[in-house]
């Protein structure tokens, strides 16, 4: 059986691996030629922003972000409940407190419950339109006009989406998007900050020609990524786990590198500075911009078909709002037991969909969560819910017989309880 996939390089199409390859085999013909900023130049016409600054990742942005409005140490930002240590850490980097709010039943921050927690250190809402759904920004707007709070957009899942048409990131101050490897465009890493705001956006700029260059070695390790997964990883998965245990002797070794170091895990700074975006992988991320509508409108097709086949079976599912695009397809099963089962049970049929958004309020599983600044009891509801969570594959690289296949087995576990 062929495996199917929820992480692994999942938007990876064979031209990026091509061009992945010719890009680390001439590294630096691409060093001298400014794809980065070509890159922000197309994603601002894309947002219709005024200014897109790039950096090496969607967490160097978001710390840029944040320094640059200069906020005094101890200043609080609230945050969803269920959330990445990505999020948290340039909060924490930045000698800033996190206040976590818990979710509602789309796995976005509950609205309802901010208010109570705003207090005079609260200086801003970072706001994260979790798997592609849309948060009501027009409330978020309101409430932090009410209590003078910034808004700054975690758009890292939502490339693409729309509230009451206008993208994502254009509701906010500011706000950022990331190229991770398992996001809406890879890159393996990279990301942009966005703002319309003239002041912040020359301070966020300031920060990126401030911000050190990441070494060869290290841009290298993301140039191989999604060859030897291609070539390598992947394939072996046919033979049981082998693809797994050789992708862990590849970050060990440091052929490859990890999505977060063990360092950001413990909430320990990694940097002294945010860093720039590579020209080399600037280069995948223009290729898979140019595939941005394809990418998003199978993705709504793949989900369209999840959520009718699977309508009939125990699981709730996250609204289906105009304007969302589907990263992921969540689906919430009645009890912990059942997911961590139902995991198992695709995972016998090469179904690996454990992606690490799953046991912890804030993921990876083995974050440091006390290190997070997060106190386990007090966001109740993304607790239960990071316990029940199953995320289906929607990426370019799910066709439509693999979501048939994902859903037959589901079907089949069910059928066996």
């Known amino acids: 059986m062929k495996p199917v996939f929820s992480v692994l390089s999942p938007n990876v199409e064979q031209d990026d691996i091509r061009l992945a390859q010719n ?3 001439n590294i630096s013909d691409y060093q001298r030629k400014n794809y980065a900023q070509q890159l922000a130049e197309a994603v601002r016409q894309y947002l219709s922003a005024d200014y897109v600054i790039p950096f090496q990742s969607g967490r160097s942005a978001l710390w840029a972000i944040i320094r640059s409005y200069q906020w005094p140490a101890g200043s609080q930002i609230i945050l969803p409940g269920f959330t990445c240590a990505a999020a948290v850490n340039p909060v924490i980097w930045s000698g800033l407190e996190p206040v976590f709010i818990d979710v509602d039943h ?4 509950d609205l309802n419950k901010v208010e109570p927690k705003i207090s005079k250190k609260t200086r801003a809402i970072l706001i994260q339109h979790t798997f592609g759904l849309p948060v009501e920004m027009d409330r978020v707007k309101d409430l932090a006009q009410r209590h003078n709070l910034v808004v700054i957009e975690d758009c890292a899942h ?3 989406a729309y509230f009451q048409d206008r993208p994502v990131g254009s509701w906010g101050e500011a706000s950022f998007f990331s190229f991770g490897r398992d996001k809406i465009l890879s890159s393996v890493f990279g990301g942009v900050a966005t703002t319309n705001d003239k002041k912040l956006g020359s301070e966020i700029k300031q920060a990126a020609q401030e911000g050190s260059q990441p070494s060869r070695g290290w841009i290298k390790q993301q140039l191989r990524h999604p060859l030897l997964v291609d070539r390598w990883v992947q394939p072996y998965y046919l033979r049981g786990e082998l693809g797994r245990r050789l992708l862990l002797i590849l970050q060990k070794t440091r052929i490859l590198s990890k999505a977060m170091t063990r360092r950001e895990k413990r909430g320990e700074l990694t940097a002294m500075a945010p860093m720039k975006m590579p020209n080399e992988l600037a280069v995948l991320a223009l290729n898979q911009f140019t595939k941005l509508d394809r990418y998003n409108n199978h993705r709504q097709t793949i989900a369209d078909f999840y959520r009718s086949k699977l309508k009939k079976l125990p699981v709730s599912m ?13 689906i919430i099963l009645s009890d912990k037991e059942s997911a961590d089962g139902l995991l198992k049970h695709l995972r016998r049929q090469k179904i690996y969909l454990y992606d690490g958004w799953k046991d912890t309020p804030i993921v990876p599983s083995d974050v440091d969560l006390a290190a997070m600044r997060y106190h386990w009891g007090s966001c109740p509801r993304a607790e239960d819910l990071s316990g029940r969570i199953v995320n289906l594959p ?3 690289n799910v066709s439509a017989e693999d979501a048939a296949r994902v859903v037959q087995e589901i079907e089949n576990f069910f059928a066996g309880l």
């Open 23 to 25: 890009v680390l085999e």
């Open 106 to 109: 789309n796995l976005n921050i």
């Open 158 to 160: 939502s490339l693409g």
């Open 318 to 330: 996250t609204d289906d709002k105009i304007g969302r695009v589907y990263l992921k397809f969540p």
């Open 394 to 396: 929607t990426h370019i």
